[in-house]
């Protein structure tokens, strides 16, 4: 074996060592949730001097009980409820606002129209702990306290800034040649954007409004801020504030966080490519 196929070898022993330590990183969370969500509470809270005990298998056989707990016996399935509720219409909200938006935008040619993408941008990255008291004396003018359009209300001024970034780096990389041409051919720039330029986009359509769903799904702040009621809740308000009474039930937190996020994961293992698409397009200069 040649001085040159050895290194070639050992490159890819060091690649896929790589890949392999950073897939175990990544399922490893995935891993623990499910094991400590399966397990009795006898191998979950023993003792640390019991040195024959290992934490990451299962010393006992599995159990449903946490599981059953958290359907039964807590308000897990209305913050789901409430969490879907909330999340559909503000994705709603932000594509009828986002599209537009992102959209004139990237066809606003000279430096206005960066300057204005590039502003709308960083209202999404300040931060909710500076804006929660300004838009608390907001939703109490409006009467919306403990009520979940206080949430549909306010989520959106994070996730329209957010999409119309993203949307517009999706229409930036659509040629203008395709509208032109549809335009010409007798179409507005109205019809030319609906029926020419949309179906082109479905990929960043889809990845703004997934995208917007998972950023409701992980907000706490504006929730605890606003909601006070355990019924009202939603999955990342409940489960670290209602969830737990006097003890940690940390097999039932783990379900609980197991069932949310696996759904999130396969989506985004089916759609990767449509997710990298709508990050990596604003890089493409139309």
């Known amino acids: 074996m040649t001085a040159r196929r050895v290194v070639r070898v050992l490159k890819q022993i060091g ?22 969500a399966f397990k009795e509470d006898n191998d979950l809270y023993v003792a640390a001097t019991m040195r024959a005990h290992i ?44 599209v537009p938006a992102g959209y004139a935008l990237a066809r606003l ?5 960066e300057r204005l993408g590039i502003g709308i941008f960083l209202t999404y990255l300040i931060p909710p702990t500076l ?8 939703i109490a003018v409006l009467g919306l306290q403990n009520s979940l359009w206080a949430l549909v209300l306010v989520y959106p001024t994070f996730t329209i800034p957010f999409c119309t970034w993203l949307l517009m780096g999706f229409f930036r990389s659509i040629p203008r040649d395709i509208e032109e ?29 997934f995208f917007s769903f998972t950023l409701v799904m ?11 009621s355990v019924g009202k809740m939603t999955v990342s308000l409940g489960i670290p504030v209602a969830l737990f009474r006097d003890v940690f039930n940390w097999g039932a937190m783990m379900a609980a966080a197991l ?6 994961a396969i989506v985004y293992n089916l759609f ?14 139309g």
């Open 15 to 36: 690649l896929y060592s790589a890949a392999a330590a950073f897939t175990g990183l990544a399922v490893f969370p995935f891993y623990w949730m499910l094991v400590t």
């Open 55 to 98: 934490p990451w298998i299962f010393n006992e056989p599995p159990t449903l009980e946490h599981f059953q707990y958290l359907l039964g016996d807590t308000a897990y399935l209305a913050w789901v409820r409430n969490t879907i509720l909330v999340g559909a219409a503000v994705v709603v909200i932000t594509l009828v606002l986002a």
């Open 109 to 113: 040619t000279g430096r206005w129209g």
């Open 131 to 138: 804006l929660f008291i300004p838009f608390s004396r907001v």
């Open 181 to 209: 041409q549809a335009m010409i051919d007798g179409y507005s720039r109205l019809a030319a954007m609906r029926l020419v330029v949309l179906p082109l986009a479905v990929s960043g359509v889809l990845t703004a409004a």
């Open 218 to 228: 992980q907000e706490f702040v504006y929730a605890l801020t606003f909601i006070s």
């Open 259 to 264: 069932i949310t996020s696996v759904p999130i």
């Open 272 to 285: 990767i490519d449509r997710f990298v698409g709508g990050l990596t397009a604003g890089a493409v200069k």
